[in-house]
Each structure stands twice: as structure tokens, then as C-alpha cells.
């Protein structure tokens, strides 16, 4: 069974929000839009997004370490959110295991973003309906655009190309070899809810130089060296006899 | 719901598809806008475009927004009569009525006194037709916002290299191994940087940021080195000193390629000390680098002329020349200047172990000379030797305001562009690389006028509004050796101001020193908010009236897509278009967009029709300059020449006959030349057939060393993209500079400088860099006012633009200021406390933030969120002016009074580079009594006539249905 999913590099990710607005974007004109803002231009603005970059500090002065965090739906193997959903709106597709809902079908009672660990859920407080991450399932079954193409609107705009998509189920898929080769791990496994989304750690790349490495026999200062002339004064073949 | 798999968006609605480019910010990516029943369904980045490769930004992925937004103008507007100016209070007038108004007043102004009339730019992307403009009336008293940019930047690098970072250059991070980035804000460049950097991490390069504030980049950084804000010249100084102690620096291409080996004359008692010995011999007149000068040949031990074939000259040494001058190698005078610029020295000022300097020049080094890159690419050097490969040397640097925006930032960048060319990284695989135009003669050859006789009634101006001075007789002063612009640019007290000062533009207006004007007209510059300093005070200056109760500033112009803080203060306002409204040309004339392999550039073609009756600011110049009669609007009978800015685009060409205009691409009469040809009936249409952009690869054998080679600088003369194909040797040593320090010194035979400023002249013209404290922390009490304040752009915004972004706005509502806990817990305030940030001159009510990511003697803030109450399309009570802040309220734009003069800008004396990072504060709690809002605040602006109506609670952009749900008018 085909599960599809983003795997996210927090090695590169350098919190640019491209993936956030574009989302908006795509989404808010697509299937599962409109993704609705609340005080547009007032005080307190607020609205739908399916992806949210939070920004965190780790450690002290000067050991800091600051981590951009892009977070949307992570389409769990055995998402919680969709038991608890008294109407079924709340669902997992077969073909490609895609978490969805089917806002004809939600009375908004919200309890699958209570059910959710993960605080990924949008509850549209105009149409009073629970809204989420599709994956841009509009796009990425779309047989009319170009394969390049039938890919999330984050995956497309991700200037750093942080976000990986494909099929988690297919080893030989990017997101699998990503996950496999670079120590990418799922969000709260404990929860036993199967994240597909998964993230790649950061890696960091130092250089060792030794000692010894610092000179070397062609160094330019020789060059410069001027001429040891032999001190003035008497030498051997002067006083020899 | 239907199933989502059954239904595709192109079926619904009618759907159409259009390239252009964008305008989010600056760095101009390629986008296709797709849209549904005329109105934009989404905006993606063009996969085939050079720039940006299909990526695009948060910025760019919200341009819905900005089209809809409801801060657009949509009418002309005149200050009421009566109506106090700053009241916003407009009447809607006719684009005839106003083009009348215009031209009475700029046609007796240009037959008067030229100079009265002042046009100053933000971040247009059409310098090459306002800076025309403005020459063509024949005003001196032009410039865009480079001033308080990164003008530091450019002329640093630029007067060092030839080129510089960003739009003229940039770090080749497709084969650095070390990636090095200094005091680099997250908008500099935006996606390219974004690409290049994560494909750099990802083939295992070690990337390190040297920044007091880890945030974007830095984030990702395998190393950061935080360090104090204004010593990086100190820093890099003492890199150098280590490279230069242990001989890790590239010899052969210091030789080569730098005046290194040349022989400076060395004699404080005579009038050439300081400058290159130069041989007899006949030079024609240009601005070239003549090769009339001398090596010491280690073999002979004598002097020899330079680039003789065969020899090794000497870098280190004093010697007697046959006429018996003493000389040094200008390597000599950089290791003599170096010698006390320890590690040691260095880590007391900036703050990083000298330990970690060692390692970081170590690192440098060794990387630089040891894992060498050669590819086999033959070309041919100026002097004519053929080589069989290109070398690099793969340490790259980038660096933008964090240098650039102190008053010492000229030498600190200085600094950095020597030690970048010790490493032997200028244009070469893996190290610096160049992009067209550049690179470009040290300094490039267009030059200011010379004094005011330059400036005549109904005559344009004799010179260029902005220039490259090369010697003391370039400025452009008076008898008197005083300023001749309005800004004061290109005197002697900012001399290489070579982006002007747009800074004080409006305080020298005001005080009417130099001399009082009578325009202004501001083209998207928000000089009423975040693009000045003392903003409150600037904001009175601008209402400010003379004993005779006029206005100080008799007549202010604003043109702006949207309703800034600034057209609050406008006599008139003309409404500009949007970025997908309008025709653009990203000229090769003014900062293409141009690759390391090539010249790039591009335009924008309108995919939706203006709204309301707002004009392209393009337009609005060709309209004005034929009714003006300005000579390169209007044909010899006086009639217009120019239907409208297309037809100009096409047509236009810097002389008759010249073949050069605003694009590139698709010269000739049927498109079949490129840089240089006749003009092009159908030049548009190519660039539309070819996503908007024009992108000429250069032979491999062109793409390296172009500063030195032969083939490259043939070609770029062919195609006039320069005047002269002489090689371009690196200054390392700076005799540019050392001209000027003559005239403080009475040694120069042309222009001193007045009394008042020869000692700043001779301390800052320096031929090597140095390290001096910024001036604003040698002149007010750092025990008072103990941290440095600083401002950065995030990612997600540009400029003040996108608070009227109802998606943007959403990621950044207000800003905080950010402290590190133990300055706050000195200072007595908690994490979100609401505190006072007070200097010398002013203060700002905000709220605290705690960052561990932050040096403790810094504190900073997101720039441009903070807003003005109304302004943007915004509710008085938003957040960004209730919550937000602007730092710019406690920064000076003059210095306090000193030697040099009582109003001396608060910039780099080289450059009048506005010193915005020099700012010293102290901060502390605000008593418990006081309203939690931000402080100053300033009387909510009021909606404009032709605004949109107020919006709802709540919106849902659908595309195809939202104008009229929202009752957005057309």
C-alpha cells in the first residue's frame, strides 16, 4: 500500500516561511479551501494555515543552537483523529494514505484535534469545520499537470528543498532513502500513532587541522627570505698557512 | 465533498497562465501566475528561470494579498486647502489636473534653479530611467535608497575588487568547500542564497556565521561565532595578521592579479609618499589602472617594471630605488599595518576568543591551499600567457549590512575584500565570482559633476546625478570646497558617497542647508517611517513652517502603490501600479540580475490590468518628461518622442546610434543581437516568448579571472560592456584613497579640503584599512548607554510592504525586542515585560523578548513591523502599531556635534553610508502605571479617498469570486 508523506531537513530548513504561504495559497482556491482569516486587518489577526513554521532556542549563550520547525499534518499510518470522528468525516484514504476531511460530513465537535498529539488540526471558526494538511491532494492527483508537478505546493516553492515527498512504503523512494541514510525519525513515537512525515536531524560539518598542516616546505614566506650574506671578518682562507 | 481526486483546478473557471517577474522584494525571481476568471488563483515560482529554479518565497507566494490589499491607492490625490499637511485630508483629482500641477511647478523650477527640485527613490528597480530623469531636468539632488542600504557594500568591494556581493557578485557555493558569512542579514539575497546554501550543506561544505544574532542562515550554520556589533574590521584584520604570520595566502595570485608587489613610495617628506612610483611613459587619458609601475626583482634585486615576463618580485621588503626613493611593497605596508592587529587584540573588541580567530584563519587558510580546485579550462591572462586550467581556492564569504551600516564600515569591508583576494578566492571556482556588468574599472568610470557650474536653468545636468570619484578633483563642491547636493554627497564630508545620502535628505531640506528647495518628489520611499532615522523628528520636519507659515519643504510629491506613513505627509499623491500590473525592465543599465556565468537580465509584463486609476511610475516620468521637453523625451521639434514606457524601452538608446538601451536581449532589428544592437520592434514579445528573462551564457573560457582575462574583457568591450579591456588589478593598496588623504595633507596640487574636515579626511582616506570604534561610540557615554541596538529584516517581509499583507501579517503581527536573559536580568525586567529602549536621543516603549541566540551586549529587533496607527490599510488598533515598534525613533541621522561640523551625518565619512548599527541604548522596565501600548505614538491616519472600504471580520480568498465578496473595486 502506497503511504504517502514529506520528510523535512531541519539541516537546511532556515525557517523562511515559503512552505507556510504557499500552502495558503494553493489551498485556499483548491478542494479543501477556503482557509479563512479572522480580522484580516485588525487587532489580533488570525487564521487557517495547514503548516506553520515555530521557531525554537536550544541551550545556553553562546552555545545556542536556534531550529526553524515546519509542522503540518503528518498523516499517521494509525492516525488517532480519525476513530474518535462520530460522523466519519475525519478519514484515511486507501490508495495512498492520506489522513482528509470531508467538511460536508463535520459538525465541527472538534474532537479529532483533541485526539491529534500533534496540534496539527485548523478549526475554520467561519464555517465552523475542522480543516487540515491534504498534502495538496488536488495536486498530487491531478493527472492534467505535469509529474513534475503533482507535488505539494511546499515541496514545489521550498527554496532550500527541504521537504522530500513521496511514498514511505517504496524503499527505493526518495523520502525512504532520505529516511534510511540520514537517521530521519518520526514525531513522538511513543504515541504508537505511526507519523508518515518524518524529519532529518541536523548534521554539522567540522575540519580538523593539525598542527603540522599549518606549514608546509612550499611556503610563500621562504620567498621572501632575504640572502644570509656570510658576516664580515676573517675566515679560514684568511689566516690559513 | 466530491472526491478530490476526481476533479482538476484547471477545470474550474477559466483559467490562464502568464510569466512575469516578481517584486516581493528585491531579488526579482521568475513567476508564472496562474489565474482563475481574471483574478489571481496562485503564484509559482517558473521552474526554467535562472534565479530562483521554480523556488519561491514566503513573500512571493503572498502577492494575492499585496494585489488586494486594502492600502492600495487607486486615484491622484491633493492636500485639501486648508487642510494642515500630515492631516490626510485629500481631495481625488484627475492624472490631467495633476500632470498640470507638475509641470507648473517643475518647468519654472527648471528655468530658475534646477537644483530646487529634489527626486529621491526607494528600492525602485528603475535607477537607470529616474536617474536619467533627474539628469535630464538637470538636477543634481537624485538618489535611491543605497544610502541607508548598503552603499559600504558596494563601495568597499567595489573600490578593492572591481565588483562586490549581491547584484554585482556573489559566493560560489557550488564548489566552496568553506562557506564564511559575516554580518549577513536573511534578505541579502533572498532565494538564490537560500538555494545555493542548502546545496552547499547537503554536498558536505562547513558553513560559518560570524553574526551577534543567530537567527535564519545562521540557524543552519555548522559554527556560530557571535561577536560584537561594529568590530568586524577588528576581526578580520586580525585573520589577516595570522594569514599573513603564517604564510597562508595565495602569493602567486597576490603578484599576479594585486598591486601587492608594487612599490609604493615610501617618504612622509615628500608629496608623492604614499603612492605607486610610476615610470615615464605615454598614457592615454581613461579610467583605467596604467601598468606604469614597479616590481623588486628578487633575482636582479633592482627595480623592474611590472608583469615583466619571467620575474618574482618581492612582496616583503624596503628598498632604495636607482634615483635613490625609498619603496615598499604594498604587501610590506598591509604586514607593517597588520602587526598589531593580534588575535589577542582583537578578542578584547569583538569579543571572540582568540583562540577561535586563530582557528578561524587556520581553517581559512589551509582550505584556500590545500584542497585547490582545477578546472580544465583554457584561457588567456591580459599579459598574454595561456593557461591551461582555472584554479580556485574554495573559501567563500558573503556579507551585506551587518559591516555595511556602521561608520566604519567602508574599511571594515575593505578589510574583507583583502582578505578575500590574500586567500586568492576573486573570481574564481569555489570563491567569489562576478556577475555582469562587473567586473568594472576601480572605480568604475562614470563620474559626478564637477561644481555648481554644472548645474544651469533649463539645461541637464553636466555629469551624472551619481558617480565613481577617483581623485580629489572629481568631488562635486564648490568654490569653498562645500556641498553642491542637497544630501551633500561627493563632498568632502561623505567624498565617495557614490549612492548619495538619502538620509538627510529631509533634515538639510528642512534647515535649508545647503541651501532650501522648493519640490521633493519621494518615489516609494517611506520617509516618513522606516526608511529614516529620528523618525518622530523627521516626521515634524516634514509639517514644520517658516516664520511666513509656509512650509519648510514647500511642496511634497509622493508617488506609492500604497498608503505608507509617508503619503500622509503628501501635498499630492500619485498612485503607482503593482508588480502585476505593470511593464519593468531589470536593466543591465542599472542592478541586472545577471549569474556568474553571464549577463542576465528580465522584465515584467502586466498579467492583470491596473486597478482604479493608478499609473505605472514609469509612465508618470515619460509623461513628465515630454511635457517638460526634457532632450531625451522629446524629439528636436519638441514634440514627445516616446508613446509610452514600453515604446521607450524599445526605442530609447543612451546616444543616437548607440545600440545600448534598457534590455539586453533580443537586439538588432529582428532580435538577433544581444547587449548591443539596433532597437527591436518585437524586443517584448521575445521576452515574453522566454519566460520575461534574457540569459546569455559566456563561453567557460570567460566565466573566470575576468578581471585579467584577455578574452573576456575583449569581448566585454565588443559588447560595450565596458570602454576599456585593460586588466583590472586588485587594490589591495588603495592609492584612490591615498589622493584624498594627500589633500588633507596639503600634498595633492588640485582641491583641498575646508579646514574643518581635514583631519577626518586624513584619519578615514586611508590607503589600508584600519580598525577605529564606530564614531557614534567614541561620542556619546557607553557607560549610559552600554548596548548596541540593532534591526534586521525576516524573511517573511520586505521592507515596511507587507504588514498590509493579511497572510504575511499573520506570521509577523508585532515585533519584540529581543535581549539576551542576563542583560535583562542586570536591567531588572522579565521575559515579556514591557521596557523602555532609550538614547541619546530618543525613546521606544516595547515589549521584551528572551533569546539565548543573541551576544548579551546586543539587543535587536525585527525592522519595518511596527507601524504607524491607520497606516497600511490597517486598523488604528493593530497590533503592529498598538504592539509594534520602530527602532529608527532612537537612531540620529546626525551626529552630535564635533570638529567636523554641527550637523555631520551619522554615517560612514568615506561613503555617508547611514550608520543605522551604531546606535547605543540602555534599556529598562517600564513602571508598572504605564499603558501597555507602544510609545511614540502618533494620531491614527485616516483612510484615503479612493481606499478601500473598510474590510469585514473576516475574509476567505477564493480566487475568481473574492472582488466582489470583499467589494474590492476594479
Redesign the interface.
Known sequence: MTQLALVI?L????????C???C???N????????????????????V?FNRVQ?Y?A????N?????FPKSCLHCEDPPCVPVCPTGASYKRE?NGVV?V???KCIGCKYCSWACPYGVREFD??QKVMKKC?LC???I????LPE?ERKP?CV???????RIYGDIHDPDSDVSVAIREQGGYPLQPEWGTKPSNHYLP?R????Q?HED????VD??????E?PTLPEAGETLDDVAW | ??D??S????DQGRVEVKETTCYMCACRCGIRVTL?DGEI?????N?DHPL?K?????????G?MKQYS?ARLTKPLLRKQGAERGSSEFEEISWEHAFELIEGRLSKIRAEDPKKFALFTGRDQMQALTGMFAKQFGTPNYSAHGGFCSVNMAAGMIYTIGGSFWEFGGPDLERAK?FIMIGTA?DHH??PL??A???F??R????ISINPV???????A???V?IKPGTDGALIMAITHELIK????D?DFLIKYTNSAELVVDDPSRDDHGLFRRFEMHVEEGCFDPENKLWWD?DLDREISTHTPGV?P????EFKLEDGTSVKPAFQLLKDRVEEYTPEWAAHITGIPADTIR?LA??M???A??QKIELPIQWTDSWGNDHDSVIGNPVAFHSMRGLAAHSNGFQSIRALAILMTLLGTIDRPGGFRHKAPFPRPIPPCPKPPKGPEAVQPNTPLDGMPLGWPSKPDDLFVDEDGEAVRLDKAFSWEYPLSVHGLMHNAITNAWRGDPYKIDTMLLFMANMAWNSSMNTENVRKMLTDKDENGEYKIPFLIVADAFQSETVAFADLVLPDTTYLERHDAMSMLDRPISEFDGPVDSVRIPVVPPRGDCKPFQEVLIELGSRLGLPAFVKEDGSRKFRDYPDFVVNYETSPGSGIGFLAGWRGKGGEKFLKGDPNPRQWEMYKENGCVYHYELPKSYQYMRSWNRGYLEWARAHSMTRYAEPITIHLYSEVLQRFRLAAQGKWPGRIPPERLRKRVEENFDPLPFYSAPLEHKLVDTHTYPLNALTQRP??MYHSWDS?N??????H?HNYLFV?P?TAEASGFGDGDWIWVESPINKVRCMARF??????GTVWTWNAIGKAAGSW???P???ES?KGFLLNHVISEELPPCEAGDHMSNSDPVTGQAAWFDVRVRIYPAEANEPEVTSPQFKPQKKLPGQDPK?G????????AFRKKAKIQE
Open positions: 531537513d539541516n537546511v530548513c532556515v525557517g523562511c516561511h515559503a507556510v504561504t504557499s495558503k495559497e494553493w485556499t482556491s483548491g478542494w479543501a479551501g477556503p482557509l479563512t482569516d479572522q480580522r484580516p486587518y485588525d487587532a489580533d489577526p488570525t487564521g494555515f521557531t532556542e541551550g545556553v549563550f553562546p545556542t543552537e536556534t531550529y526553524h490508495d482528509l470531508d467538511y460536508d471558526e467561519q491534504t491532494i488536488d495536486r492527483t491531478d493527472m492534467s513534475s505546493a514545489l516553492a521550498c527554496p532550500t528543498r527541504a541536523r554539522k560539518t567540522r575540519i587541522i598542516e599549518l606549514v608546509r611556503n610563500p614566506l621562504k620567498k621572501e632575504l | 465533498m466530491q478530490p481526486t476533479r482538476s483546478d484547471s482563475r488563483r496562485h503564484i509559482e515560482g521552474p530562483n521554480g523556488a519561491i518565497c514566503a513573500k512571493g507566494s503572498s494575492i486594502p568553506l536573511e533572498s532565494n537560500k538555494i546554501l542548502a546545496d550543506k547537503r558536505g561544505g562547513r558553513f543567530r537567527t535564519g542562515y545562521s540557524a543552519i555548522d559554527e556560530w557571535p603564517q604564510g597562508l595566502y602569493r628578487i618574482d618581492r612582496l616583503m621588503g582557528r587556520h581553517e587558510g589551509v582550505v591551499r590545500d524573511m517573511a498590509q493579511a497572510w504575511l501579517r499573520q506570521i503581527t539576551n542576563r533569546s539565548e541566540a543573541v551576544e548579551p490599510g490597517l486598523s488598533k493593530a497590533n498598538q474590510r471580520k473576516w475574509q476567505a480568498f477564493v480566487a475568481g
